[in-house]
Nanobody
């Protein structure tokens, strides 16, 4: 079964930037959408952004629009999440997930990575 592997998390100061990567171990022909979710302690998993592998369609959560940019490198089976102007409230474990369409609910995705920690310090 295809697996998703996130990387790129770390510690960054307020206003800083990070790039997260979500690499698929093989081409996901039956999971045309990749989404990023995040979860911080005591909170529910929150939708961040979704993109089709072709990169043609994207959907951003209002809280990150204008600060985060998602990009799909179809040839490398990798989706990148560029995060700029980071805020303390962006601190969370970030997960990528594969699904059938651009949805904002975690139940609509059935292939998940292990997550990568992002910590924004003030």
């Amino acid at each position: 079964q295809v697996q998703l592997v996130e990387s790129g998390g770390g510690l960054v100061q307020v206003g800083g930037s990070l790039r997260l990567s979500c690499a698929a171990t093989e081409r996901i022909t039956d999971r045309p959408a990749i989404a990023w979710f995040r979860q911080s302690p005591g909170k529910e998993r929150e939708f961040v952004v979704a993109i089709t592998w072709t990169g043609i369609r994207t959907d951003y959560a209002r809280s990150v629009k204008g600060r985060f940019t998602v990009f799909s490198d179809d040839a490398k089976n990798t989706v990148f999440l560029y995060m700029n102007s980071l805020k303390p409230e962006d601190t969370a474990v970030y997960y990528c997930a594969g699904g059938m369409d651009l949805r904002s609910e975690s139940k609509d995705y059935d292939v998940w990575g292990q997550g990568t920690q992002v910590t924004v310090s003030s």
